[in-house]
């Protein structure tokens, strides 16, 4: 089916720099990428290909000796990089969803998850603390998370890895985005608790219409839960193509190479 340009998150030229005390690191080069609604779209490559800065490009949270030198980040009608204040409010959270590969580090562990769930839903989307809480507990549930009522009373440090990030993975659904950005998000946890959850953010995708860009080096994983892929190597798109033909039929030869590796 044909998708149109204005149901895609859509990355044109994209080059980002970063200044270092060893002087000036070209992260990302000239990069293209399309991302869209109901499709996983695996950003892959190896540690320092660029691949993170990408994904804090497009949530607009680079650190301050980042600089985006060209390209644009469209949504729509809007480019992402020259939102105002107010308008990356709206944006991030409601219609961008990010999800870190350490969920322990990301959630605030003063909070309860209560607290964490609420937070969003009561700012973002006006809802009355009864309304926010009943969302919270729907957005828990349909992360298998058992018995969410009493989940709610905990804070992070005292759940486990993988409880951690089905919490942060619906505090981000919660607010119902369009688009979800993965880092790495089951590198850390147990083979076990992987597998459910890539299986629960594929079904995410396909029953909310979500589009995912799920960054990983882990070609297994792309395997198991990608529509399209595209291979990253020292800031550049060197293939991109579903996932059929990237592991069928590789063109570039580094991408052979990394085949090769797990083949």
């Known amino acids: 089916m044909e998708q149109r340009n204005d149901d895609a998150l ?5 080059s980002v720099d970063f200044q270092t005390s060893r002087g000036m690191v070209h992260a990302v ?5 399309e991302i869209h ?10 540690s320092g290909s660029g691949k993170s800065v990408t994904s ?3 949530m607009n949270l680079l650190a301050k000796n980042g600089k985006v030198i060209h390209g644009s980040i469209h949504l729509n009608e809007k480019n992402l990089l020259k939102l105002t204040a107010k308008e990356k409010r709206e944006l991030y959270g409601n219609r961008i969803g990010m999800i870190f590969q350490d969920p322990t580090a990301a959630l605030d562990p003063l909070f309860t998850v209560e607290q964490l769930l609420l937070e969003g839903l009561r700012k973002n989307h006006r809802m009355s603390k009864e309304e926010a809480k009943k969302t919270a507990i ?5 992360m298998n998370l058992r018995d969410p009522e009493e989940l709610m009373k905990k804070k992070p440090y005292e759940l486990s890895g993988g409880m951690c990030q089905r919490v942060m993975i619906a505090i981000a659904m919660s607010m119902k985005p369009d688009y979800l950005i993965a880092d790495e998000p089951t590198t850390a946890l147990d083979v076990t608790v992987q597998k459910q959850i890539l299986e629960e953010i594929w079904q995410l995708s396909r029953k909310e219409r979500l589009g995912v860009l799920f960054i990983t ?5 792309v395997a198991e ?6 291979i990253m190597k020292d800031g550049e798109i060197l293939e991109n193509g579903t996932v059929d033909e990237i592991f069928y039929h590789p063109q570039h030869p580094y991408t052979k190479k990394l085949l090769d590796a797990v083949l």
């Open 138 to 142: 729907e957005s828990l549930r349909m």
């Open 217 to 221: 080096h882990d070609l297994g994983v």
């Open 10 to 14: 859509i990355v044109r030229d994209l």
């Open 56 to 58: 804090l490009t497009i």
């Open 225 to 230: 839960i990608a529509d399209d892929v595209s």
């Open 29 to 33: 080069k000239g990069m293209n990428l």
């Open 37 to 46: 609604r109901g499709r996983i779209h695996a950003l892959v490559g190896e």
